[in-house]
């Protein structure tokens, strides 16, 4: 069966930085297009990231973009979000999720057309 499996959580002080990692099996990697959602306490899952099979398209939202980067590494079947000059606002439960590609169809920003999750790794940033 399909599994995303994310790591590298944690706790960090503001400014600092980090990286997820998203370990997938079970799918045909590149067949999907990979995304980064987050979840705060009390909060509905939001969109942070996602990246194209190729890493060549990216999409960001507007209050992580110049400092999240997604990338891919295909050979892994693993996709990776840095994370730089982190705020506390940035603190939630991070899910990796994968979306089957489309021909022609855009990057989506929608949770509910990602067809697999990953459990979700805590990120804290906090002084």
């Known amino acids: 069966q399909v599994q995303l499996v994310e790591s590298g959580g944690g706790l960090v002080q503001p400014g600092g930085s980090l990286r997820l990692s998203c370990a997938a099996s079970?799918?045909?990697?590149?067949?999907?297009?990979m995304g980064w959602f987050r979840q705060a306490p009390g909060k509905q899952r939001e969109f942070v990231a996602a990246?194209?099979?190729?890493?060549?398209?990216?999409y960001y939202a507007d209050s992580v973009k110049g400092r999240f980067t997604v990338s891919r590494d295909n050979a892994k079947n693993t996709v990776h979000l840095l994370m730089n000059s982190l705020k506390p606002e940035d603190t939630a439960v991070y899910y990796c999720?994968?979306?089957?590609?489309?021909?022609?169809?855009?990057?989506?920003?929608?949770?509910?057309?990602?067809?697999?999750w990953g459990q979700g790794t805590q990120v804290t940033v906090s002084s």
């Open positions: 999720a994968a979306d089957r590609v489309t021909p022609g169809v855009p990057l989506s920003k929608f949770s509910n057309e990602y067809d697999y």
């Open positions: 079970g799918l045909t990697f590149k067949s999907y297009a």
């Open positions: 990246g194209t099979w190729s890493g060549i398209i990216t």
